[in-house]
């Protein structure tokens, strides 16, 4: 037989280093990806699957072709909150410092055990 016992417990930190993302901009998440720039600021082209990959005029999907479900999962990500490319050089456009507001305790218990092989 073999037992273990562990227990995790975080308290409240101070605030963490800031992490930055790239979320949907209000633009592309209706489909308009005029200003949807590359790292050196040029129009990332999108093309259409269904016109033999030719770019969508002005880099709008029309929104006939937006899948509902799609919408909705894109949604459930924040707007971006920092747009400064100076800064950002088009890397991301969202930061957050994220801190543990209540403590976290989290326990496990394990115990492994061979029964006798009966005959």
Do not use: H
């Not at 930190?13 to 600021?41: H, I, K």
């Not at 269904?50 to 880099?59: D, H, I, L, R």
């Not at 937006?66 to 949604?75: D, E, M, R």
């Not at 920092?82 to 209540?102: D, F, K, M, P, W």
């Amino acid at each position: 037989m073999f037992g273990f016992y562990n227990i995790d417990i975080q308290s409240i930190a101070a605030p963490g280093n800031l992490t930055n993302y790239t979320m949907p901009t209000a633009l592309e998440r209706v489909g308009d990806f005029s200003q949807t720039l590359d790292l050196n600021g040029a129009v990332i082209p999108i093309k259409d699957p269904k016109a033999g990959n030719v770019q969508f005029p002005n880099n709008v999907i029309q929104p006939s072709r937006l899948n509902p479900n799609g919408l909705a999962l894109i949604n459930v990500l924040p707007l971006p909150n920092y747009t400064n490319r100076a800064v950002s050089l088009g890397n991301y456009n969202y930061q957050i410092q994220e801190t543990i507001r209540t403590p976290k305790r989290s326990q496990l218990f394990k115990i492994d055990y061979m029964f006798p092989v009966l005959t």
